[in-house]
């Protein structure tokens, strides 16, 4: 896949291991992340993506491989060295505070307080400069909302997964990564969220896309990441694969070579999953 | 981002009545406003300067406490221990100044440490083992009053040296003498509603009882700021205490049995959720205000006290459903 020609990657990773006792969860994993691109990565459950997703963002620390953010070897100690790097998540469970206001979350940990004696001594809160930021960044990835300081828990689905997008992206430098962000939103809000990762990957900021949801893959990753036994199985572009041959990767069934030609490795399987070598 | 300070056209802060009605202090309030209008015209004594110093001072203990109590209970947690905290830290400053010949500084300061103490060992219990908060302080509840009665003897401890009375003093205000004690409750009261709606530890503190998993994902130290919230939670104990010794002048070991119970009714009146990370100080201060003007009121109006304990019983159940319609509408 990677020629001599293509630009540094943002994010990389070579030969990651993590082993918990007898069981394997990362194998050897290589992982690369363009400028300005949504990677989506896919795999079976317990194909070890969630392990590799953690290992990227300081959450598991790798017992063997290099990162690399921006072509600096990097090592995470956590999730806050992570975030100090400018890799922001956006978490399955949203991971929002439902009663406090949406300018409040979106500050949530890095609260701004006001200049002099009042910040320093009273620690008092800047809420007029959060506010007004957090409106700027609201405006900036075009999500409308009644009132910033609506309760998180008066919005939508859809709405508050913008405010979780809305809040990585405000405080990401380097990456942001969306761990299934469409997975418990209906059509319309889906759509939504679709479109809000379209417009974060067009202002320049690359996006890493976990996610089961094979259509949202295919309608917006630029390329996808297949995961499989704990490593890399293959990287493809959407537009060169069908859906059913990407499944036959996820599970084996179909084997991608050096060129990003495609090897039938089982033909029973590949059979099975309805897909001819090409 | 932009250097613009436009805000996003869309956008809509909601009126300044729409939010006072909606504010969760609204209700309570009303409550209390309505409470002093009726005692008003039921008895003549009601609505006097002197008859809302004492008012005040009636309440300052369990105000004092309840500061603590809504700390903790906004995390999602609770605490049982808190009054007997308070009995274990007033007999420890009696006894210590009047018997054990320390200076009375002195004993009123190991007095805080030692409720701070018991706070402190209430969070760790709570965070590092874990245990649920119910559980960790009823155990602490039943050890600081058995230590109360141990260290006592069951003796009252009496002749107390100045210091330790001196919170019980007044000034005049008007034609009302004000104790200074209760200023110091209103002081703590004003002190902790800014801590909370002011700064970034309240908000954190607010994050904590709404989700810890949120909470820490966005980078705050869930650990110690639980510990912290249960250690600064004793130290208000100990304030109590100081001001429990100071109104009643001696050390009593069976001071503030009701209190624990007490300090939660009044932080649940005044519209602090149990579930967490939603209420106020200020809540709580309406909420103390409301039971104290209620028993005070009843007790004008020559009502036996068991009825204001039936009234102050059904006062909690109805705040309790409030808050619970309240989540119910707002998921």
Redesign the interface.
């Known amino acids: 896949m990677t020629t001599a020609d293509s630009p540094t990657p943002v994010l990389q990773a070579r030969g990651l291991v993590k082993r918990y006792g007898q069981v394997t969860a990362i194998d050897g994993a290589d992982f690369d992340l363009l400028p300005g691109e949504v990677l989506a990565v896919i795999g079976d459950n317990g194909a070890g993506k969630t392990s590799l997703i953690k290992a990227l963002t300081g959450a598991i620390v790798p017992d063997a491989g290099e990162i690399r953010l921006n072509g600096e070897p990097i090592r995470f100690t956590g999730?806050?060295s992570a975030?100090a790097h400018g890799i922001e998540?956006v978490?399955q469970?949203?991971?929002?505070?439902?009663?406090?206001d949406i300018a409040?979350n979106m500050f949530?940990?890095?609260?701004l307080?006001r200049p002099g004696v009042l910040g320093s001594v009273?620690?008092?809160?800047d809420k007029k400069r959060m506010r007004?930021?957090a409106?700027?960044?609201?405006?900036?990835l075009k999500i409308?909302?009644?009132?910033?300081?609506q309760?998180v828990?008066?919005l939508s689905g859809g709405q508050r997964q913008a405010v979780a997008v809305a809040r990585s992206v405000?405080w990401a430098r380097s990456v942001v990564v969306m761990d299934e962000p469409t997975a418990a939103l209906g059509v319309k809000e889906s759509g939504q969220v679709l479109d809000l990762i379209r417009r974060v990957r067009d202002r320049g900021l690359p996006v890493v896309l976990i996610s089961h949801n094979m259509p949202h893959v295919f309608e917006i990753a630029d390329r996808i990441h297949v995961h499989r036994l704990g490593r890399r199985a293959a990287v493809i572009k959407p537009s060169e694969y069908s859906m059913a041959e990407v499944v036959a990767i996820m599970t084996g069934a179909l084997t991608v070579d050096g060129s990003g030609g495609t090897v039938v490795a089982d033909s029973e399987a590949a059979k099975a999953a309805g897909v001819q070598a090409t | 981002?932009?250097a613009?300070?436009t805000?996003?056209?869309?956008?809509?802060?909601?009126s300044t009545a729409r939010r006072l009605l909606t504010a969760p202090t609204t209700g309570p309030l009303a409550a209390l406003l309505i409470a002093c209008v009726f005692f008003s015209f039921s008895t003549d004594q009601f609505l006097t300067g002197g008859n809302f110093s004492l008012i005040v001072q009636q309440v300052m203990v369990v105000g004092t406490l309840a500061i603590g109590q809504t700390l903790i209970i906004l995390t999602a947690g609770i605490d049982l221990s808190c009054g007997a905290v308070m009995a274990f830290g007033s007999i420890m400053m009696a006894r210590m100044a009047a018997e054990g010949s320390l200076p009375p500084l002195l004993a009123i300061g190991l007095g805080l440490l030692v409720c701070a103490g018991f706070g402190l060992l209430n969070g760790v219990l709570t965070e590092k083992i874990p245990l649920p908060p119910f559980i960790v302080t009823l155990g602490m509840l039943n050890v600081a009053f058995a230590l109360t009665h141990i260290y006592s003897k069951e003796q009252t401890v009496t002749e107390l040296p100045g210091p330790l009375t001196a919170l019980g003093g007044t000034f005049p205000l008007g034609h009302t003498d004000i104790t200074y004690g209760s200023l110091v409750t209103i002081a703590l009261f004003l002190l902790f509603a800014y801590a909370l709606s002011?700064?970034?530890?309240g908000?954190?503190v607010?994050?904590l009882?709404?989700?810890v998993?949120?909470?820490r994902?966005?980078?705050?130290r869930t650990s110690r700021l639980t510990i912290g919230v249960y250690t600064v939670a004793g130290l208000l104990y100990g304030v109590a205490a100081l001001l429990l010794v100071s109104r009643t002048g001696v050390g009593d070991p069976q001071a503030g049995q009701t209190d624990n119970l007490d300090s939660i009714t009044a932080v649940v009146i005044g519209g602090t959720s149990l579930f967490g990370?939603?209420g106020s100080v200020l809540g709580t201060f309406i909420g103390v205000l409301i039971v104290g003007v209620f028993r005070n009121g009843l007790q004008l109006m020559g009502v036996a006290s068991i009825y204001q304990t039936l009234i102050t019983g059904v006062l909690v159940i109805l705040a309790v459903t409030v808050d619970q319609i309240s989540r119910k509408k707002?998921?």
């Open positions: 999730p806050q975030r998540t978490h469970d949203l991971a929002v505070a439902a009663s406090m409040s949530l940990g890095r609260e307080r009273f620690r008092m809160l007004q930021e409106a700027e960044h609201m405006a900036d409308g909302l009644r009132s910033l300081t309760a828990e008066t405000a | 981002m932009t613009t300070t805000p996003y056209a869309g956008l809509t802060t909601p002011g700064t970034g530890w908000r954190h607010y994050a009882g709404n989700s998993e949120a909470a994902l966005n980078g705050v990370g939603r707002a998921r």
